[in-house]
């Protein structure tokens, strides 16, 4: 039983939807890339769960166990996908590069494959307008000391020049001379102050810049391929003001915002203890109040993880579009 649901395919779906009765559900499996990808595609998908149908979001195990890369998903998925089994993958920098690899053009040319639009799943647990609320899920204590949208903004405008030519050398086939771990390296914000963060932009802007024009004489005469590819960025969607929601999750969830998170939820959490040290009548209270408080502290990336403030974006509401319009297709 185990090896029959480990080798299911598009056909055997479809046949067991075709066996069912005439008022039963159709089934539709999505296979998604590793564990923490379910929750969000189960998200992204219940909405279009009715009378006629519903979604079984699962891996995709064979023999053996691989997780975490877009490819091998592909790989075990292969030709399967059809109406009755979609795959829902992290866009990476495929959407972008617009068919420049054999992976891209696949993502994009498929009815039945299903993309982030942001580059991971991580870019939307760091969705700007939704932090505040993270700390205070974090911390319980509601007070603004940072604004986390002001400051993605103005991470994103730094980082947007080079963020163009990353894309570019990757749909030129050059990345090998400029890869997303060098593009990484580049935008680490390095030492980060709450109370002076416009400090940490600037010196990134700089670092962009420095890295901008080495490109520039690495790579002469790219004028008018630069601007071409940042004009298509734009219509694909990509923002100065958002460029963060399209460079690599993972990097963007555990060197960007998890670090600064930290520090904010560090500072709400003294300024909380002090309140109860400060309010307290006698010290029983106050370690109990102390005591309190701590058993109700949430960890930080957990809750970024556990984050679905991203469900009013703009990008996962083109996502729900996209996959409203394919299933009436």
Known sequence: MKRLKDNITAGYVTAANKLASKKARRRIVAYVESYDDVFFWRTALSKFEDDTRYFEVMLPTRDKLERGKK????????ENVGPDMIACVDADYDYLIQGASPM?????????????????????????????????????????IFDFPAFMRGYSEAIFPLFVWSVMLYRSGEYGRFSISDFNITVELGGFSIQRPEESIEHLRGKCMRKVKWLQ????????????????????????????????????????????????CNRLRMERETEINRTAIHRTQMHNELSCYENSLADTKQMLKKNMGYMQSPQFLQLQKEIGERLKS
């Open 217 to 264: 004489q690495k790579f002469p005469g790219r004028k008018q391929q630069y601007l071409s590819t940042r004009d298509d960025l734009l219509r694909l969607g990509v923002q100065p003001s958002t460029t963060y929601l399209y460079i690599q999750g993972h990097h963007l969830f555990d060197a960007v915002v998890a670090p600064i998170m930290s520090k904010v």
């Open 104 to 144: 891209s053009k696949k993502l994009l040319e498929s009815p039945y494959v299903f993309h982030t639009i942001v580059y991971a799943i991580e870019n939307y647990q760091c969705y700007a307008d939704s932090l505040n609320t993270v700390a205070v899920m974090v911390t319980l204590n509601d007070h603004r």
């Open 71 to 78: 490819s091998a998903l592909m790989n075990v998925i292969g």
